[in-house]
């Protein structure tokens, strides 16, 4: 195809500044439920806006798969979430007409999970939500369900529901998608959900996405993925922490910390945390309860304000991931050299060699 009709919906449930790029349209998402914010929404024809609160971005996708025929390639994306090229900037027409001549599908790389995805989604949703999903998986779509099993047990999966492809190959995936989601809806009872957790068919569905690509066999590329800015949670978190720090307030912070971390679990993911810096605080946390436990000052109580405390750790971090310490060791290396790098470290620098040795802990240098 060498003009392709390409259209790339940026899914919002508020307002933005869309590219201004016309090849990028916003695109409100459980329109039915909020106030209009003047771009098009999923609202119209056949839908399940009413239902956002539930499938998130979905309710965008079973729109545009329902309602939507005008691009011969369709891509969704969010208002502060694009596939970006290797030099860091927003897809043009150009760019994914070339890449779609080659590949099936343009994707998110793969998220290296910490642990198996089953035993990440049991630690913050509702298991038996995926064992049903597996179960109805197997009854409509037996074909999928060994590899279903297989890659449900595996540290990897495509998010954010993000993809570029042809529109015939995004209305297969749908129509096999909403016949499984929509079973499943039938099926479980999300009563006493918080919002978070209400969320379940939208989280289920990146997960699906990969299993259709790998059963499907298909050729995709892996791409990029920029934010064009920050979620407000996690600046209201961060603002939040920067008071604790400031009344040295560890107890608190820690307190408030765990609390953010029980209502919204994704608050440590790279999607939500862009710049790394509430893991830094959590770092922080750490540090401090460890110093105060060795009766030495803490990094609260040196006078720094919180962006110097996040540069400073930042810094820390990255002298820590340079040193020469052997795999396996179970503390920082005592021989002469290594000493030296390290005290000279603490002596330019405000922070303490405890600090040194949670961050080693922290990059997996040393083990305790």
Request: proline share 4%.
């Amino acid at each position: 195809m060498e003009h392709p009709n390409i259209k790339i919906f940026a899914m919002t449930h508020k307002a933005f500044t869309p590219p201004p790029d016309p090849l990028y349209v916003p695109l409100q998402v459980g329109r039915a439920c909020h106030e209009p914010l003047g771009f098009i929404g999923d609202d119209t024809g056949d839908q399940i806006s009413e239902q956002n609160a539930y499938f998130s971005e979905l309710t965008g996708v079973y729109w545009l798969w329902k309602n939507y025929q005008d691009a011969d390639i369709i891509g969704i994306c969010h208002y502060r979430r694009y596939f970006i090229s290797e030099k860091g900037l927003l897809y043009s027409h150009a760019d994914i007409t070339r890449l779609l001549a080659d590949y099936d599908m343009i994707v998110t790389k793969k998220l290296e999970l910490r642990m198996p995805y089953y035993d990440g989604f049991a630690s913050t949703h509702d298991e038996k939500d995926l064992i049903e999903t597996e179960r109805v998986v197997a009854e409509k779509y037996p074909a999928y369900a060994p590899l279903f099993h297989e890659m449900v047990h595996k540290k990897e999966t495509y998010f954010a529901n993000m993809m570029i492809c042809r529109k015939d190959l995004y209305d297969a995936y749908c129509a096999w998608l909403f016949d499984i989601l929509f079973e499943v809806q039938r099926r479980i009872d999300t009563t006493g959900y918080d919002n978070y957790r209400k969320r379940v068919y939208g989280f289920l569905s990146e997960f699906l996405l990969t299993v259709w690509i790998v059963h499907n066999g298909l050729h995709v590329y892996e791409s990029g993925v920029g934010m064009s800015c920050e979620k407000r949670e996690t600046a209201e978190i961060k603002q939040a922490m920067s008071g604790y720090f400031a009344r040295q307030d560890l107890a608190g912070a820690k307190q408030y910390f765990l609390q953010q971390l029980e209502t919204r679990p994704d608050v440590l993911m790279e999607a939500s945390d862009i710049l790394g810096e509430l893991k830094l605080c959590m770092q922080i946390i750490s540090t401090c309860e460890y110093e105060a436990q060795r009766g030495e000052p803490t990094m609260l109580s040196r006078g720094m304000s919180f962006d110097e405390l996040l540069s400073q750790m930042k810094q820390l971090n990255r002298f820590v991931e340079k040193l020469p310490i052997p795999e396996g060791a179970h503390a920082l290396p005592s021989d002469a050299g290594t000493v030296r790098l390290l005290t000279a470290y603490t002596d330019e620098h405000p922070v303490s060699m405890t600090a040194l040795e949670i961050s080693a802990i922290v990059f997996g240098k040393i083990s305790i």
